[in-house]
Every structure is written in C-alpha cells, then in structure tokens.
C-alpha cells in the first residue's frame, strides 16, 4: 500500500503543513510529474488546487524537475536542488530521484495554488489541537 506525507505550502500566510496522504488518494497520485496540478482532494482540501513541487524518496533521494521518469540516476550537477558547491564552478557527479511520482516517494511537497472556501488551518488543524479544544 503506498503512502506519501505531504509537506503544504501556504504562501499567503508563509507556513507549511503536514498530512498523510493514504489509501485511494496516496495511488491516484502514483505518475503525477512535478509541476502538475491536483485537486485538493487528494488531500482533504475540497475547493483547493496544488502543485507539485518536488518531494524525496526513502532513503532521502530529493526529485529534480529535469530528470524525466520515476528512476533514481546519478547526474553531473553545479548547483540546484539537493547540492550546495561548496566553491564556485564546483561540479559533483550525485544521485537524484526522476521527476514522476512512483510507490517509492515518501515526501511530496505541494504548493497551495487556488484557495477554497475554507481557510487551510481548518482543514491541516492536527487531531491533537482538535482534540484539546
């Protein structure tokens, strides 16, 4: 069964969320590409689009938008996503996840695009804030 936590941009207000993406929705998702729009269904977030901007695989591989294809691939990189040169034209040869949601992602970051008719902090509240009020 595939599984994805989802970190949730919210760039009106600055701050990010976090929910687990399970079941139907977590398949449905499965040969999404970075970029791509949702709906916030996927989510829990009836009335929201999102858009994919990256995520990380199990053992920490982040996904680059360039790479095309679910497979992790070492690439010649000099900076970017996932490397820090640590002198100026520094290249280093590292591996990276393809830009395609597969059963091997385990973080997905999305970026809220269009709002709904509820504000996200409703919908993202964690169980332990609901449960205390």
Known sequence: MVEYRA????????????KEITSKNASSLIGKKISDKIDGIFVEMPGYKLEITGGSDKEGFPMRPELPGP?????L?????????????????KAF?????????????LRI????PRPPED???PKEAEAKK
């Open 123 to 125: 919908l993202l509240r």
């Open 113 to 116: 695009v269009q709002y709904g």
């Open 71 to 75: 497979r992790r691939r070492p690439v």
């Open 97 to 109: 996840r393809g830009n395609t949601i597969s059963g091997d992602i385990v973080q997905l970051n």
């Open 77 to 93: 990189v000099a900076g970017g996503v996932g490397f820090n040169p640590r002198r100026k034209g520094e290249r280093r040869k």
């Open 7 to 18: 970190i949730i941009a919210d760039p009106k207000s600055g701050k990010c969320y976090n």
